[in-house]
């Protein structure tokens, strides 16, 4: 991320989604969508407007040849954050799901931006591309079938996350010089996917917080074992590449897999049956 680009971000955090200089007056979010490659969460300012109950981001960069980061991000994995400005001084974050616009609705939305800005007809006239819209709806948790969804959802990409650490185990017992590459290969694999799978879940935890209140002490430790988690998973990959003795390497992921074990037993002991409508007693 660009210096620049952090210091709008902290700006509009600190300010309610306001932002100075030459954003002042501007209508701005924050989208924050998952690394293709990486897995990781990614935040960068876009310019929006309202468009009913959607939101609407342009994919200018400013008039650059090629598409920006964020929107191959979002082409990989449609499942994104919003941060926005409330009326209140507030910034509200929610889950949303894009939708790159096509065809006629694409060239309708954004012919009527350049009507709004003239910046946006500079930013088509100065690129051969086609400047990609992008719709942003909110996500809806007040839908049951909504919920069943996302309990489904959490134990197959669990169960996923289990068969790479059956892997990543097997790896453990190669011979000492295969032991590294084995683990860097995995690794790359898991890694990615648990960094997106966190991601994904920390941006409906909010929503999941208002609609089921009594699962507030429950999601905020899901959010420190995404911190906790986070860190031990740079430290491993930190160690797959300097070279540290196998016994180091074997330690460090024993730690790792008995953490993620609790925690996906955790949040699947506690969420699902909530989001089943089979209800958890506060506190249990």
């Known amino acids: 991320m660009s210096d ?17 200089g030459m954003f002042e007056g501007v209508a701005l979010l924050l989208l ?3 690394g293709a490659r990486s897995g990781r969460g990614r935040t960068t300012p876009a310019v929006y407007v309202r468009d009913g109950a959607r939101l609407l981001v342009f994919a200018s960069n400013a008039g650059g040849p090629k598409h920006p980061a964020w929107f191959h991000n979002l082409r990989a994995d449609p499942h994104v954050t919003v941060e926005l400005g409330t009326p209140e001084g507030a910034v509200e974050r929610f889950a949303a799901t894009s939708v790159v616009t096509e065809g006629e609705e694409r060239d309708r939305l954004y012919a009527e931006q350049t009507a709004r800005d003239p910046a946006f007809a500079a930013y088509r006239a100065a690129t051969d591309r086609t400047i990609p819209v ?5 996500l809806d948790l007040a839908d049951p079938a909504r919920h069943r969804a996302i309990a ?8 996923v996350l289990r068969a790479e650490l059956t892997a990543l185990r097997e790896g453990l017992e190669s011979p000492a010089p295969e032991l590294g590459r084995q683990l860097a290969r995995h690794c790359l694999t898991f890694c990615g996917a648990l960094h997106a799978h966190h991601h994904n879940e920390d941006s409906v935890f909010d929503l999941l917080e208002r609609q089921f209140p009594e699962l507030s002490d429950s999601l905020e430790r899901m959010r420190e074992e995404h911190r906790t988690v986070a860190r031990t998973v740079n430290e491993l990959e930190a160690l797959l590449g300097s070279g540290a003795a196998p016994a180091t390497l074997r330690a460090e992921f024993d ?15 506690r969420l699902i049956p909530a989001l089943t409508h089979s209800r958890v007693a506060p506190g249990s």
């Open 32 to 34: 924050t969508t998952t």
């Open 255 to 269: 730690g790792l897999a008995t953490r993620l074990e609790e925690h996906f037993a955790h949040e699947e002991a």
């Open 4 to 20: 620049f680009n952090q210091r709008v971000i902290e700006e509009f955090r600190a300010n309610g989604g306001r932002v100075g």
């Open 152 to 159: 489904d959802h959490l134990v197959t990409v669990h169960d």
């Open 134 to 138: 992008v719709a942003l709806h909110r």
